[in-house]
């Protein structure tokens, strides 16, 4: 199966269980999760199902495009399911069918695994999924996200991409992967790793990265600061998406500091802090906006 | 007629290492519950089973009803019971009403303190399954876990609970837990049984689950996992995961290049195999490695060797991963690393792991001066290189692998096998160093932690210890007992830095009354004896011997007490001197004691002991016929003195008073 299959096959099969089926995010972000069809999507009462591929970024894994397994960016394939359904593991094994794996031919295995993003204010429970000793997803049972409470409780199923494709194709490196007929994924991806790698260990200006760092958190806390003043009748058209992707700019710019060596084991502590802040206060900002609104719009009626 | 009771709690897959201990007490909980209600016989044991998927509970001969029992209540006295017209008063028959019964059930009862009446109430009765729906639910509310969660409504739990299964014989006991509703129907293995299948009798256990594919017993999947894994290298802690993770395991043999078994460190292969991959590493005869492995999987076979092939590969990409960062890592000396351990943080306050590394050698240097035959050129070179494996990449990804990969650095830079032996050794959690340079190492290492600590006002507090000192303390004093090395902690906390001596020497009292009675297995009050005596805890060698000697000596009891009526005399008449003039002493008795006392002179604890057992008739003779309170002042000071004297000459090895007297 071409790589590119496997992504419209878990799109396809999803989209069949009445998710959306969305592009994925643009900007960097580190994990499908950060997108804010996952990290808003998930709070408050609305139920949502959502299918997306996701890029994500990791410039400390950059590799220079020379290890057949480690990746600066890696496509993950991120499905929101709100509220969990009860039936939700079935699907998920069914989605492995609906890519060519029989399971009465292989190893399933859900081993625990408990998922924590400091930097968001989210953590849930749940499992990695095994595949003859591969780890293919996590799948994740979300109980709180920006430090709000969740309710109902959504089910996040993040599948690594490469890996599946690699283990559907038999090759021992991902870049031999065939990404359709005529094109591997060596000739789509790999001038994206090498650049990448020179630029994050090492062109990346470290001052200019600090000055994005700090001007981002400034905009996105004005924005919070800004939102707090207002009456709630004239909080309905406030850009706290806005305020969201700042705060992802500074997530993205701290994984690039980090890639550089710039940040030390002290700071680090206070920065992942200080991008929870902004995302803990967005969180409970969109809950509230979302609130008053559909209040309002009760009134209406 | 009594039934076996059959209760299948059925869940997505629950912790591999929390299952066990989760079903077990879903079973006593339940237990409990049902014995209290009289449903089950108090002597009865029922069977608890799991998998990752389900909690399982079989109990025989479950009564269909609560038991009856009719007991006499006594009501108020007849006089105020019968009314004028012979009826029964308004008290009465509320006595009755009380008692949910009518003013018929009342009679008249005469017993020693006069008439009465009474009434006959019976209570229990209740059935099985109205106990059951209460008690199943109450049983897995109960359960204490680690962390919870929620998946739908708020009933939280490890993970959502998907299906529950109850029967009383062939009965089906309807009830909820959360939003779940218990049935009849049962799930088989994921991929090998039936979807769903019916459960008509709880006879039906285990051979309906057997058919199915499920093996609810551990003990028979710890059978099946074992009779799969000849030659694999022991492995309890991985086996009993295994056990927790499978519902029909198998087992299937793989193999990678021997040309890892030379290009990779062995505890690097087998810490992928073992941590990263769950397989068992196997071994030859003589317990070399072999370029194979063993997985266990949930499934019954592998006919087409798709899922040897697909371990194999990922094994394969976790070997030349780790092969590339052992590759890299052996690029730069352990000295070309030192420098890189200044940006690596050891504590904020306290500097980088540079400047830990610089303390530990002189440190190391100058616990090597204090022990015969431990050379302190090695242990100073051993100390200053310990921490550089730090900064490789192969402890990175392997971060449980510290100190070991520093050791096969060493070796590859052809310096001294004892420099190798005593970086390796240098955490040295689960048994002491191998050598005494080794010990030096190690004892620099967590000393410096401890006191540096200390200094900032880091010490552990309550359950606080963010550092983890006390696990640090425990391999201090581990070692310094099981190597025998007579080490003073004061002198040796004094060489670290400076930190509040007396909060240290607690801290370490701590430590060693922990290892003399959790380790060592000594009685808790000689060794509250010992590390109160005079000769105290600073040595712990020398605290271990003592206590050892204590143990070992013959019947202590008669002169513990005497000594400890001879304490509480000094203690109640606040007695400081201890300056006895022999020519004082009148009386034989006294003199007698005097000379047996200065006489104490063991070869070692357990002849002084021996002679201290010997004092309890002296000290006898000297209560029954020497007057403490003797009327000429100089004489009584002179006999209290000789009782403190004693009392102190005594506690050197312990202090008696701390000894429980049968």
């Known amino acids: ?301 | 007629m009594p039934e076996r009771l059959l209760v299948e709690v059925g869940c997505e897959e629950m912790p591999a290492r929390m299952v066990e201990d989760l079903a077990r007490q879903f079973a006593s909980n339940l237990s409990r519950q049902l014995k209290e209600h009289g449903l089950l016989d108090t002597s009865a044991d029922p069977t608890v089973a799991w998998t990752p998927r389900r909690l399982v509970y079989v109990a025989e001969a479950v009564v269909e009803h609560q038991p009856t029992t009719e007991e006499e209540v006594t009501g108020p006295p007849i006089k105020m019971s019968v009314a004028a017209d012979g009826g029964w008063t308004p008290q009465a028959a509320g006595f009755a009403a009380k008692n949910g019964l009518p003013p018929s059930a009342l009679y008249r009862l005469t017993n020693a303190k006069g008439e009465y009446v009474a009434v006959k109430k019976s209570t229990g009765g209740a059935s099985a399954a109205t106990i059951l729906a209460a008690a199943i639910p109450a049983a897995l509310a109960e359960i204490q876990l680690p962390r919870s969660m929620k998946w739908q409504t708020s009933f939280r739990f490890i993970r959502p609970i998907r299906w529950l299964v109850v029967l009383l014989g062939q009965r089906a006991v309807a009830l909820k837990v959360g939003e779940v509703a218990s049935g009849v129907e049962s799930r088989g293995h994921r991929s090998l049984g039936a979807a769903r299948f019916q459960v008509n009798t709880a006879a039906d256990y285990p051979g309906l689950w057997h058919a199915n594919h499920v093996i609810v017993e551990p003990r028979e999947r710890r059978a099946r996992i074992r009779a799969h894994c000849s030659g694999a290298r022991p492995d309890a802690g991985l086996e009993d995961t295994l056990v927790n993770l499978t519902e029909f395991p198998d087992a299937i043999v793989g193999s990678f290049d021997a040309k890892y078994l030379r290009t990779l460190p062995p505890e690097v292969l087998v810490t992928v195999m073992r941590d990263h991959q769950k397989y068992f590493a196997v071994e030859n005869k003589s317990g070399e490695l072999e370029p194979k492995f063993i997985a266990i999987i949930n499934q019954a076979s592998d006919r087409k060797g798709l899922i040897r092939h697909g371990n194999e590969r990922v094994l394969r990409a976790r070997f030349s991963d780790a092969e590339f960062f052992w590759q890299t890592d052996r690029k730069l000396t352990l000295a070309e690393r030192l420098p890189k351990l200044e940006s690596v943080t050891f504590q904020a306050k306290l500097g980088s792991y540079r400047a830990k590394a610089t303390r530990m050698k002189s440190l190391a240097e100058w616990l090597a001066g204090q022990w015969t035959d431990c050379d302190h050129a090695i242990a100073a070179t051993a100390a200053e290189l310990a921490k550089c494996d730090l900064t490789c990449e192969t402890v990175k990804e392997f971060p449980e692998l510290q100190g070991i990969i520093g050791g096969h650095l060493a070796r590859a830079e052809k310096r001294p096998e004892s420099i190798a032996i005593a970086i390796t050794d240098q955490y040295a959690w689960e048994q002491p160093p191998r050598t005494r340079e080794g010990a030096a190492v190690s004892l620099a290492d967590k000393l410096d932690t401890i006191v540096g600590m200390f200094s900032i006002g880091e010490q552990p507090t309550g359950s606080a210890d963010p550092f983890g000192l006390r696990r640090q303390a425990n391999g201090i004093v581990r070692t310094l007992i099981e190597m025998q090395w007579p080490l003073s902690v004061a002198a040796a906390c004094a060489q670290a830095g400076h930190a509040d001596a007396a909060q240290l020497a607690a801290f370490f009292r701590e430590r060693l009354a922990f290892y003399l009675t959790d380790t060592a297995g000594f009685r808790y009050d000689l060794v509250a004896a010992v590390l109160a005596a005079e000769r105290g805890a600073d040595i712990p060698l020398d605290a271990f011997r003592r206590c050892a000697a204590l143990a070992a000596a013959p019947d202590m009891a008669a002169v513990a007490a005497v000594v400890k009526r001879a304490g509480n005399i000094v203690r109640k008449e606040k007695w400081n001197s201890a300056e006895v003039d022999r020519a004082l002493l009148a009386h034989p008795s006294e003199a007698a004691l005097y000379d047996q006392v200065a006489g104490l002179k063991g070869a070692d604890y357990a002849q002084e002991l021996n002679q201290i057992s010997g004092l309890a008739e002296p000290l006898k003779a000297f209560f029954d016929q020497v007057r403490v309170n003797d009327p000429d002042p100089a004489i009584r000071a002179n006999r209290l003195s000789l009782l403190a004297w004693t009392v102190a000459r005594l506690s050197r090895i312990a202090d008696f008073s701390e000894i429980v007297v049968a």
């Not at chain 1, 029989?102 to 295995?109: G, V």
């Not at chain 1, 625990?112 to 780890?135: C, F, I, K, S, Y």
């Not at chain 1, 502590?269 to 902004?278: A, E, K, M, S, Y």
């Open chain 1, 1 to 301: 199966m071409n790589f590119q299959d496997l992504i419209l096959g878990l799109q396809g099969f999803w989209a069949r269980q009445g998710c959306i089926v969305q592009l994925p995010f643009d900007l960097e972000v580190g994990a499908g999760t950060m997108a804010p069809e996952t990290f808003l999507r998930v709070l408050g009462p609305q139920p949502y199902r959502v299918v997306y591929p996701q890029p994500s970024r990791r410039p400390a894994d950059g590799r220079y495009g020379e290890n057949p397994n480690r990746l600066y960016k890696h496509l993950q394939l991120q499905v929101v399911l709100k509220p969990s359904p009860e039936d939700v593991q079935e699907l998920y094994l069914q989605s492995l069918a609906a890519i060519g794996i029989d399971l009465s031919e292989h190893d399933i295995k859900f081993e625990e695994d408990n998922w924590e993003a400091p930097t968001l204010g989210a953590w849930g429970l749940g499992w990695q999924v095994m595949l003859d000793g591969l780890e293919i997803t996590q799948f994740t049972y979300f109980q709180q996200c920006g430090g709000q409470d969740l309710n109902p409780i959504s089910v996040e199923l993040t599948y690594g991409l490469e890996r599946i494709g690699a283990f559907l194709q038999d090759v021992d490196s991902i870049y031999a992967m065939r990404w359709n007929d005529q094109f591997s994924y060596r000739d789509v991806r790999f001038l994206d790793e090498l650049h990448h790698s020179v630029y994050n260990f090492e062109k990346a200006d470290i001052t200019r990265l600090w000055a994005t760092f700090e001007g981002c958190e400034a905009e996105s806390r004005s924005l919070l600061a800004q939102f707090r003043e207002l009456p709630t009748e004239a909080r309905g058209n406030f850009p706290l998406l806005a305020a969201y992707e700042l705060c992802l700019r500074c997530s993205h710019t701290f994984n690039l500091l980090d890639a550089r060596g710039a940040i030390s084991v002290t700071q680090r502590v206070g920065l992942i802090q200080r991008v929870r802040t902004l995302a803990v206060g967005i969180a409970a900002a969109w809950l509230e906006q979302q609130t008053e609104q559909q209040g309002s719009g009760a009134s209406h009626a």
